[in-house]
T-cell receptor, first 118, second 114 residues
Framework: AQTVTQSQPEMSVQEAETVTLSCTYD???????LFWYKQPPSRQMILVIR??????QNATENRFSVNFQKAAKSFSLKISDSQLGDTAMYFC???????????????FGTGTLLAVQP | DSGVTQTPKHLITATGQRVTLRCSPR?????VYWYQQSLDQGLQFLIQ???????AKGNILERFSAQQFPDLHSELNLSSLELGDSALYFC?????????????FGQGTRLTVV
């Protein structure tokens, strides 16, 4: 069974600075996807970034980037130029790749509550 | 707006009661997932339906059941409710295209059992 671990329950960062959230996972699968989801106070789950395990290049989306270390089973999220609107709970998630084109369930970590301070 | 609609947004009910949560997926999405978010268990996968059929089951209690209808909307039925069932219940939908892995989440139904 796959597990996802986020060891930082809470983090704080000053506006405009950079912060890195950690995530490790355990799996025997070779083909999978990793995600970071953001949950602001509105409760909506918003996809921040995704990484395909077969791709060596780290994914980036504007101010968000990941450091994917497949051998170490590590998947950290870097937020640059932090903004007040980045304040949210961040969840790391794992999805096993399945055949037939259908997506699969997400396995979530316990989350990191990020507070961006003005 | 993710395109996934969940109703109701809030629900308060008493122990022992039964409730039904409804989810309308994004147009064209065949897969529907239900997740439970609670303080002690975090975000947990409950069940997946694909084009009307149950595809995968997670940590779903026997008191809970779900179904997906021909129009692809889904309902999660929770019965004999206990205080510990209080949680945020999310529905998510996803397309079927290969490599299209994003799951789109609804805004959730906040269930409070008193």
């Amino acid at each position: 069974a796959q597990t996802v671990t986020q060891s930082q329950p809470e983090m704080s960062v000053q506006e405009a600075e950079t912060v890195t959230l950690s995530c490790t996972y355990d799996t025997s699968e070779n083909n999978y996807y990793l995600f970071w989801y953001k949950q602001p106070p509105s409760r909506q789950m918003i996809l921040v970034i995704r990484q395909e395990a077969y791709k060596q290049q780290n994914a980036t989306e504007n101010r968000f980037s990941v450091n994917f270390q497949k051998a170490a089973k590590s998947f950290s999220l870097k937020i640059s130029d932090s903004q007040l609107g980045d304040t949210a709970m961040y969840f790391c998630a794992f999805m096993k790749l399945v055949g037939g084109g259908a997506t699969n369930k997400l396995i979530f970590g316990t989350g990191t509550l990020l507070a961006v301070q003005p | 707006d993710s395109g996934v609609t969940q109703t109701p947004k809030h629900l308060i009910t008493a122990t022992g009661q039964r409730v039904t949560l409804r989810c309308s997926p994004r147009s064209g999405d065949l897969s529907v997932y239900w997740y439970q978010q609670s303080l002690d268990q975090g975000l947990q996968f409950l069940i997946q339906y694909y084009n009307g059929e149950e595809r995968a089951k997670g940590n779903i209690l026997e008191r809970f059941s779900a179904q997906q209808f021909p129009d692809l909307h889904s309902e999660l039925n929770l019965s004999s409710l206990e205080l510990g069932d209080s949680a945020l219940y999310f529905c998510a939908s996803s397309p079927v295209r290969w490599g299209d892995t994003e799951a789109f989440f609804g805004q959730g139904t906040r269930l409070t059992v008193v």
